[in-house]
């Protein structure tokens, strides 16, 4: 093993301890790297005292290095991309001084002074105030939904559909009527000569006459429109019954 390797090993196992879980070797295609050599992601959150451990913190960022031949003689291969929160156009800004830092401290294990160097620069940039709104557009653009633009209406489609739910209007209204009046004939009213000489007449004048001894409880009205074209019949039948009923009895 070269000095150069061993050296790159010793590091990666400090990192691997001094930051745990932040800490990840991810496969080559995952990094953004032009390299096929082992690649790693550390996760950088803004420096909040005030931040619980429990609590999610409004951004995040990914740091994506890997190794080159002669590192820490030459400058890493670094990249960076927003886990949580962050602008693209900022993401520019942090890997150009990242990339200066890492020539300023060439000869020298120096991610972790990267590491340190972003978090820093987020803490400045992305407050707790400032981050929180930001995360909360993005997560307000990703819960927007998108209705999608039905079939356009013409009169055709119109007319189909007032229908088929007059159709539907109908069936229900049919479900909440009772059976009985579907079934049960509808009773046939009676002109003004035919009640008279059904007898009902003289019934009800009977029950109006014992009703109004007892109290005036309600009257029976008859419309005259039942009446209208019968009243000359009904004279003539109830003048033939009272002669009828006056006439002397012949004897035998």
């Known amino acids: 093993m070269t000095e150069y390797k061993q050296e790159q090993e010793m590091e990666i196992e400090a990192l691997e301890s001094i930051l745990a879980d932040e800490f990840k070797e991810i496969h080559s295609s995952e990094s953004g790297l032009n390299t096929s050599n082992r690649c790693f992601q550390i996760t950088v959150t803004p420096q909040d005292d005030d931040l619980e451990e429990s609590s999610i913190p409004p951004v995040q960022l990914g740091l994506v290095f890997s190794h080159t031949e002669n590192y820490p003689d030459e400058v890493p291969l670094l990249d960076v991309k927003s886990i949580r929160g962050i602008h693209v156009s900022d993401l520019t800004i942090l890997k150009e001084k990242l990339e200066q830092e890492a020539t300023e401290n060439l000869g020298m ?41 039905g079939e356009p209406v013409t009169l055709e489609t119109f007319l189909a559909w007032r229908e088929r739910y007059e159709a539907e209007l109908a069936l229900e209204r ?79």
């Open 109 to 149: 294990a120096m991610i972790y002074t990267l590491v340190s160097s972003a978090k820093d620069w987020l803490s400045e940039h992305y407050g707790k105030d400032d981050g929180a709104d930001f995360a909360e557009e993005e997560a307000a653009k990703e819960d927007e939904v998108i209705v999608p633009h």
């Open 174 to 252: 049919a479900k909440l009527m009772p059976d009985s009046a579907l079934t049960a004939p509808k009773e046939k009213k009676l002109t003004g000569r035919q009640w008279f000489e059904s007898g009902r007449a003289r019934g009800a004048v009977v029950t109006v006459d014992q009703e109004s001894e007892e109290e005036d409880d309600e009257d029976i009205d008859f419309e005259d429109e039942d009446f209208e074209d019968d009243e000359e019949d009904m004279l003539e039948h109830y003048l033939a019954e009272k002669s009828d009923s006056s006439a002397p009895t012949s004897r035998a």
